[in-house]
DNA sequence: TACCAATAGTTAGTGTGACAAATATATAAA
DNA sequence: TTTATATATTTGTCACACTAACTATTGGTA
């Protein structure tokens, strides 16, 4: 009977995400932020990580190669990032931030930080270290490598 | 200080309902259950709510129309949707499973509530109410209807 | 040196998500 | 009745997720 209810939390779990990622994609439009809410997470580690590989990246931001591909396809043609070649090996590119991403980094980040605030209204930190946790448990249980 | 956590959630949340989603999709294909996660969800509630117009089944599902019209026509090329005129509005359908729907759905049912318990284990019953609870404060805080 | 497996990245195909716009039909107002 | 507005669904476009297949390169090994 309890099994039931465990399908019906993980629809709420994708439901939630969908909304959180259409909330902020929402709110970057609004900001004429030019680019899009997974576009962001790739710049942000980008800025925090100078000179990644795509699969070094990849694996930082949990998207896979062809995925990450082509997200870095879209901010070379804007010009925030730019594959620079590798000097030992020629199967690889260091990942650039150009000067134009920097800038849109620090532009960008104090105004996300505040959207992002807005799903928190009304929970504790207490509530955050729980839904942390169960996320966390649940991403382990089904293979996901643990938090370090 | 806090704000910087508050974009890891919506990270960890983010790549949480794709692992739960992608866990679920390798079970199906492993299964050779010949529908995706989506469409599961589609015909489940189609299983449950008979003649349902397509406007009523998207907000069921949370999808908007675009996306489930496309479901619905792959549901139909595989034989297990049927959509069926209404008889008063001629804009709307009815969509109807079909007896080989009705037989997948019959099928598959035990096997998909086992796949999505897995993603529970090491976790209580408290912890699935306390989820719940925050899943909801969030989809509330960014604009979705509440739970009824 | 020649072969071979592993690795870095890309391309193509399918499904889904969001959004805008279009079509057809229904309903209400003038 | 005519007009206006609202509703149900579809179509088109772009972005992202996942798979499979492909190219190029590297590094180990016979």
């Known amino acids: 009977m309890t099994q039931e209810l ?7 779990l994708d439901r ?7 909330y ?23 800025s925090e990580n100078e000179l990644l590989s795509q ?3 990849a694996n930082l931001v949990f998207k896979d190669h062809p995925t990450l591909t082509r997200i ?4 070379c043609k804007k010009g925030y990032v730019e594959r620079v070649p590798h000097p030992q090996d020629r199967r690889s590119f260091q990942l650039h931030l150009t000067d134009s991403g920097l800038e849109k980094v620090s532009e ?4 996300i930080l505040e959207i992002r ?3 928190w209204e009304n929970l504790t930190p207490k509530d955050f270290e729980e839904f942390k946790r ?10 996901g490598p643990s938090e370090e």
């Open 6 to 12: 465990f399908a019906r939390y993980s629809f709420l």
């Open 16 to 22: 939630t995400a969908r909304k959180v990622k259409q």
């Open 24 to 46: 902020a994609q929402h709110q970057f439009k609004a900001g004429e932020f030019d680019v899009t809410v997974d576009q962001w997470l790739v710049l942000k580690n980008l």
């Open 55 to 57: 699969t070094e990246l």
């Open 72 to 75: 870095i396809d879209l901010l």
């Open 108 to 111: 960008l980040k104090p105004k």
């Open 117 to 119: 605030e807005k799903a």
């Open 134 to 143: 169960i996320l966390d448990t649940i991403y382990q249980n089904l293979g």
